[in-house]
Each structure stands twice: as C-alpha cells, then as structure tokens.
C-alpha cells in the first residue's frame, strides 16, 4: 500500500531503525526490491531520481508501474514513491501531481535563503497532497569528495534554521557521506550527527549509504539517522551478477534472461541491508 515517506519514518525514529530507500531504474528493480521487502516485511521507499524518470518514460509511467506491481504481486508492506534529488520546484511539483508520496528538494548548492526560499515553495504545494518533503543541506559530493575537501559538512545552526522555517519532514545534513564509491574510508560526523538529532523534532536522512561500513551505519542510526539511501550497491551486485551471466552463456540473447540473472544477486544485498538497517518485521 502506497503511504508517505513520514508516516513509515516516524515510527523508524521512536524505535531507533531506519527505513530503507533503494533507488529504481526500471520495472525489474522496482519488483526485485518490492519482493525482497515484502518477504522480510520491511517498509520500502523507492527512490526515483529525475535521470531515472526520464529513463522510465515520466513521472506517471513509474507512479502506474508502482501501483501495477504493488496489486499483481499482492504486496502488503508500505512502499513510499519518492522523488530523489528533486533539483527544481517544478520537478517536485510534477512528481506530486503524478502521484508520487514523497518528494525531495535539493536546494543545497544555493545559499541558505535560497534553500529555504525554494523549499518552503514545495513544502506549501506537498502539504495540500499530504506530500512529505526531504531537503538537504551541506554538500552530499560524489566520490570524487570522498578523500578531499570538497565534502562542505552541514552547519548545526542553518540546519535548524531550514528545519524551522520550511516545515519540512525530513533532512538530509551533509555530515560525511558521499554519492557512489568511496575512494577512501567514509568520515561520518557522529557527534554532529546527534547534535542535529537533539536540536531538530524531524527524522534524519543519510545519504550514500554505500560503503559505509555496518557498525557506521548502526552508530548512525543511534545517532537518529531514520532513512537510508542506497543506489550503488544495488548497481554494483546486479551488474556483476549479469557480466558473469554474459559471459558464460554467450548465446543467450533473450532480454529477460540476461536482466532477470542480475535478481538474486540484488535481491540478496536487498536484504542484507534491510536487515542491518533494523527494518525487517516492522509491518
């Protein structure tokens, strides 16, 4: 059943698990994840990034491909549809209107009246849709920042400030993590981290959650993160699985062979991560 991403992360914070958010590329991801959370009955939040929706065929194909999969496989878990990375109001606004449940606004490369100036536009729009809203805050860089100083670590007191003037439901503070994979090890903020929590009523996101090692991202959870992105791993396990596939059975041509020897594999680090984030048998 199709909730909002604020309904499922609320009750991950008052009993200190995380949500997980695993990104969809196509109508085989989305069912690959939804199967996996359905068989550990974990709540699911599938992200969607604008590069993603493009590639699906638009905001409405991937709300009816949801939907689709969510009646024909008999699915009983929450499953959010979210929009990842939402880089323009306008973006956010036509996920809304196609029926997604969440959405993120990702204002984090403008100054901090900008952020909120374009957050709080969003946030008036989700509301009348009982939308949830994510902004960012900091730079979340890709892995290029992961051994650099180019990671621009999330500021406590602006970070309250977006809190408490946009009325958002959840945030993402840049506080380490990075997109992709990480050239050196992840340097996550966990004192700033609870600081954030303990100075905020809203659940925390953490982003690139990829390569982070396990007791990371248990301290993180104690440390209030609720929801937690993954994109790479899932890349990473379903694309190897699929070369192996290819190379040991080079006459196969038929398309959904080739795509369906990627769904153990996926499915397997699915279920690895729902388990270390604390979210199986939360439904």
């Given at each position: 059943?199709?909730?909002?991403?604020?309904?499922?992360?609320?009750?991950?914070?008052?009993?200190?698990?995380?949500?997980?958010?695993?990104?969809?590329?196509?109508?085989?991801?989305t069912r690959y994840i939804l199967e996996a959370s359905e068989e550990l009955k974990s709540p699911v939040i599938l992200g969607v990034s604008e590069g993603a929706t493009k590639y699906m065929g638009g905001y409405n194909v991937v709300v009816n491909i949801v939907k689709g999969l969510i009646k024909d496989l008999k699915i009983t878990i929450p499953v959010c549809i979210h929009l990842d990375h939402g880089s323009s109001v306008e973006s956010c606004i036509n996920a809304i209107n196609a029926g997604f449940t969440s959405v993120m606004i990702d204002a984090s490369k403008y100054s901090l009246?900008?952020?909120?100036?374009?957050?709080?536009?969003?946030?008036?729009?989700?509301?009348?849709?009982?939308?949830?809203?994510?902004?960012?805050?900091?730079?979340?860089?890709?892995?290029?920042?992961?051994?650099?100083?180019?990671?621009?670590?999330?500021?406590?007191?602006?970070?309250?400030?977006?809190?408490?003037?946009?009325?958002?439901?959840?945030?993402?503070?840049?506080?380490?993590?990075?997109?992709?994979?990480?050239?050196?090890?992840?340097?996550?903020?966990?004192?700033?981290?609870?600081?954030?929590?303990?100075?905020?009523?809203?659940?925390?996101?953490?982003?690139?959650?990829?390569?982070?090692?396990?007791?990371?991202?248990?301290?993180?959870?104690?440390?209030?993160?609720?929801?937690?992105?993954?994109?790479?791993?899932?890349?990473?396990?379903?694309?190897?699985?699929?070369?192996?596939?290819?190379?040991?059975?080079?006459?196969?041509?038929?398309?959904?062979?080739?795509?369906?020897?990627?769904?153990?594999?996926?499915?397997?680090?699915?279920?690895?991560?729902?388990?270390?984030?604390?979210?199986?048998?939360?439904?």
């Amino acid at each position: 059943m199709l909730e909002n991403a604020k309904q499922m992360i609320e009750k991950a914070k008052e009993r200190k698990y995380a949500v997980p958010h695993f990104n969809i590329n196509n109508l085989e991801w989305t069912r690959y994840i939804l199967e996996a959370s359905e068989e550990l009955k974990s709540p699911v939040i599938l992200g969607v990034s604008e590069g993603a929706t493009k590639y699906m065929g638009g905001y409405n194909v991937v709300v009816n491909i949801v939907k689709g999969l969510i009646k024909d496989l008999k699915i009983t878990i929450p499953v959010c549809i979210h929009l990842d990375h939402g880089s323009s109001v306008e973006s956010c606004i036509n996920a809304i209107n196609a029926g997604f449940t969440s959405v993120m606004i990702d204002a984090s490369k403008y100054s901090l009246e900008e952020n909120i100036s374009l957050t709080k536009k969003v946030v008036n729009y989700a509301k009348k849709y009982n939308v949830t809203v994510e902004a960012e805050i900091g730079h979340i860089g890709g892995s290029e920042d992961s051994n650099s100083s180019n990671i621009a670590y999330a500021n406590v007191d602006d970070v309250i400030k977006l809190v408490e003037e946009t009325n958002i439901d959840l945030v993402a503070p840049a506080l380490g993590s990075v997109h992709g994979i990480y050239k050196g090890d992840p340097k996550l903020d966990f004192i700033k981290m609870e600081e954030i929590k303990n100075k905020v009523n809203i659940p925390l996101v953490l982003h690139g959650g990829t390569g982070i090692y396990d007791y990371q991202i248990k301290k993180a959870i104690e440390c209030g993160i609720s929801k937690i992105n993954i994109n790479t791993e899932l890349q990473i396990a379903w694309s190897g699985a699929i070369k192996n596939y290819i190379s040991e059975n080079q006459n196969v041509y038929d398309p959904r062979k080739i795509i369906g020897s990627g769904k153990q594999a996926m499915q397997n680090k699915i279920k690895e991560k729902i388990e270390l984030f604390g979210s199986n048998n939360k439904y």
